[in-house]
């Protein structure tokens, strides 16, 4: 009698993560029914509610897989760009480099899915799924606290409400960014074997970054109605 190989359960679960991230980012969540997912990771559906239990903890896990470990170096970065600075505040170069490097270097990605995985999470930006953004949110609120203080340290000119303003569209150009690869390669016109260098993409977008973060403060042009 011939035995089947059995392969291991983390093996299996990576399997159902890769189908998972690539079929989300084609067709979204709500689309992608769980006979897709199964064709596609090639298991059967007790596999799936054996390593996920439901869909709602499969998408969590989609996105905790790459996220925790991007925030967790990016973390690390700011904790030794501090440790350095010995107490003064952080140029905002510095802090820029720090949030947006680690995902960048997904933009290049191919092998390992990191290209596919910004590709959903442009596509989770765009989708109105408010379960979906309260869990990116989640995910995302100790980092944005963190880099949060760090900027209001070394921006100490600009009042709250104004850093935080800056803060959301900084954030916002970098999901578009990501999210829009296709699209930059196109506009920029880049060789086929210079569309990945996320070198040379982080130098323009960190110059664009830093010129929005110190604008000078636009005035209050309201009009005010006739008495």
């Known amino acids: ?62 996105f905790r897989r790459r996220l925790d470990p991007m925030n967790a170096e990016r973390l690390a970065e700011l904790d030794r760009l501090e440790t350095e600075a010995n107490g003064k505040p952080l140029p905002p170069e510095a802090i820029i480099r720090a949030f947006i490097r680690t995902s960048l270097k997904m933009v290049g990605d191919t092998r390992s899915g990191g290209r596919t995985f910004v590709r959903l999470l442009g596509r989770t930006y765009t989708e109105p799924s408010k379960p979906i953004r309260a869990l990116i949110g989640q995910l995302y609120c100790q980092t944005i606290e963190r880099f949060k203080a760090a900027f209001t340290r070394a921006l100490p000119q600009l009042p709250r409400e104004e ?12 999901s578009y960014t990501l999210a829009a690869t296709d699209t930059v390669q196109m506009i920029a016109g880049t060789k086929p074997e210079d569309r990945h260098d996320a070198r040379a993409l982080e130098e323009r977008l960190v110059g664009f970054l830093c010129a929005g973060l ?14």
């Open 163 to 174: 850093l935080f303003w800056r803060m959301h569209f900084m954030f916002g150009t970098l």
């Open 1 to 62: 009698m011939t035995l089947r190989a059995v392969k291991p359960p983390h093996e299996t679960r990576t399997r159902i993560l890769d189908a998972a991230e690539d079929l989300f980012m084609q067709h979204g969540f709500e689309a992608t029914s769980m006979r897709m997912l199964t064709a596609k990771a090639g298991v059967n559906l007790a596999a799936v509610n054996y390593h996920f239990g439901s869909k709602d903890a499969l998408i969590e896990a989609v």
């Open 214 to 227: 110190h604008a000078p403060r636009a005035e209050n042009t309201s009009v005010k109605k006739a008495a």
